[in-house]
């Protein structure tokens, strides 16, 4: 199940007759649903819970945008690695031959290894976790070195987090499992990342010793 999928599931079960009255106002959880592609490179500024400013480089991942974003990153604090759990058996929409999840593990794998990240912390969201047990139902997990239950989506997703980080990951690598379209979880691991931000910032101008 993909994006498209899952919002039109949701569509049908919540009702398409409510989507199409002439006073439809869309609530929270539907708004977060859409989707927009990210076609370019867009700064936002808002305040943390602890009242500093913080800037979010939001950048597109496709083939043709890397160029283009790579420059962005030579001062981050972090960085925020967006993978999806649930495209493990999907094909990027610029290459079909090529499988999505191996293409976003490629990429992490590039950006980590770049020295003028070798002291950024990474942080790893393994995304659509809730479309990731549903298409586990029906479509097996299939990867040659992976010899663990297929339909099982905790040594499933244990083993695409591994691939990622590997099985002992440094102390500048943080993996989260995350349902965008859930506010409580987002914003428990929002919060665990503003912690990790500030101790950061904090050792880089020396105010903690790690």
Known sequence: MG???DFFSYIFETGPKKILAQDYVPSTDEIVRSRRATVAITEYRFKSSKDAEIIL???GGQRDRRKKWIRCFENATMILFVASLADYDLKLEEDSTRNRMYESLDLYAGVAEMPWFAETPIVLFLNKEDIFKKK???????????????????????????????DDPDDLSFVFKTVAVAKDNIEKVWMTVEEIVFKNAMKTYGMIVS
């Open 3 to 5: 994006v498209i999928e």
């Open 57 to 59: 480089v939001d950048v």
């Open 136 to 166: 586990l139902k029906q479509t097996p997990f299939e990867s040659e070195d992976y010899n663990g239950d297929k339909n099982d989506p905790e040594q499933v997703s244990q083993y695409i987090k591994d691939t990622y980080v590997g």
